[in-house]
């Protein structure tokens, strides 16, 4: 069964400074992605990542995959106050080659409540 | 990208009763929709799978006769919580994988659920 784990589950942290997310999952997979939700909001997609160091930037945000070490992170550069929210990891349980379409569940990590402060 | 419009945005029923909440996909033809439950300042755990024109595939430990799941057609579906009970207050969020999107998953807006 995919285990799907973030950390840390709870970030506050000065505007302007760095920090990183982290989520290990526990099977093969090739295909993650982030999330953003804002407080009583639905989820925002932030980054698809489909292969092994794979680096997806947005603004502030990076997002990285490492397959062989089930591990990727989101890096946050000089946060704003705009970023807090909870941001989320999933990962798509199906094993192989990325193909195009298809649907299938997401394993969700717990998600990280990013605080950033003045 | 898909457009997902959920329905309602928040809903308030007295025990007992049953609330129907709708899951439209705009942009595209899905055959799958999944339906997730969020408690707050938790994560979403996967409810079902909404599959067009077939029986919904239920996650261990969610009642079906409980969460009615229907998806008549390949842009709708359906989530009716019937009998609902306090336990059931919750936010619900359904979902649709876009095939242009690499398996990303969209979301609609969420239904704040409360039950009094």
């Known amino acids: 069964e995919l285990k799907v784990e973030q950390n840390p589950l709870f970030l506050s942290m000065q505007e302007g400074k760095n920090y990183t997310i982290y989520c290990n999952y526990s099977t093969t997979s090739d295909r993650l992605y982030w999330y953003r939700q804002d407080p009583g909001k639905s989820l925002e997609s932030l980054f698809v990542?489909?292969?092994?160091?794979a680096v997806k930037q947005e603004g502030r945000l990076m997002a990285s995959l490492d397959t062989k070490a089930r591990l990727s992170t989101l890096h946050i550069t000089a946060a704003v106050h705009d970023l807090s929210a909870t941001y989320f990891c999933?990962?798509?349980?199906?094993?192989?080659?990325?193909?195009?379409?298809?649907?299938?569940?997401?394993?969700f990590g717990k998600g990280t409540k990013l605080t950033v402060n003045p | 990208g898909a457009v997902v419009s959920q329905h309602p945005s928040w809903v308030i029923c007295k025990s007992g009763t049953s609330v129907k909440i709708e899951c439209r996909s705009l942009d595209f033809q899905a055959t799958t929709m999944f339906w997730y439950r969020q408690f707050p300042k938790q994560s979403l755990m996967l409810m079902a799978t909404s599959n067009e024109g077939s029986k919904a595939t239920y996650e261990q430990g969610v009642e079906k006769d409980k969460f009615l799941i229907n998806h008549a057609s390949l842009t709708l579906s359906t989530l009716t919580v019937t009998s609902a009970h306090p336990e059931d207050s919750s936010f619900y969020i359904c979902s649709v994988t876009s095939r242009t999107g690499w398996g990303r998953a969209f979301f609609g807006q969420g239904t704040r659920l409360t039950v009094v």
């Open positions: 990542l489909l292969s092994n160091g």
């Open positions: 999933a990962v798509d349980p199906r094993p192989g080659p990325i193909t195009q379409g298809g649907s299938e569940k997401l394993v």
